[in-house]
């Protein structure tokens, strides 16, 4: 079992900066591809990034690349996510996910684990 509790989130104006944690449970990190998701209200669960067990590979939603980055610890169990230019559009509730594969996806039905989330709020 894994479990995760992310943090970072808050209320930033547009073109700010906010870097976003995940830390996990359990002594097997390494070997779980993690991911971040954001929903918005009313709207349905979007994937936003994504890493793979040992960092190797990445993936990112078309409306992030180049301006927010996934990375992750695996001697802390921690993931983040670094998000610059921050626009309005992005407000979300983000959440953390855990899959028990080292390759990443980006289908949150492949996820096995879920953080509570936390809430990033973009005002313009």
């Known amino acids: 079992q894994v479990q995760l509790v992310e943090s970072g989130g808050g209320l930033v104006q547009a073109g700010d900066s906010l870097r976003l944690s995940c830390a996990a449970s359990?002594?097997?990190?390494?070997?779980?591809?993690v991911g971040w998701f954001r929903q918005a209200p009313g709207k349905e669960r979007d994937f936003v990034t994504a890493?793979?067990?040992?960092?190797?590979?990445?993936f990112y939603a078309d409306s992030v690349k180049g301006r927010f980055t996934i990375s992750r610890d695996n001697a802390k169990n921690t993931m983040y996510l670094q998000m610059n230019n921050l626009k309005p559009g992005d407000t979300a509730a983000y959440y953390c996910?855990?899959?028990?594969?080292?390759?990443?996806?980006?289908?949150?039905?492949?996820?096995?684990?879920w953080g509570q989330g936390t809430q990033v709020t973009v005002s313009s």
């Open positions: 359990g002594r097997t990190f390494s070997m779980y591809a």
């Open positions: 996910a855990a899959t028990r594969s080292y390759h990443a996806s980006t289908y949150y039905q492949n996820y096995d684990y």
């Open positions: 890493i793979s067990g040992g960092g190797d590979a990445t």
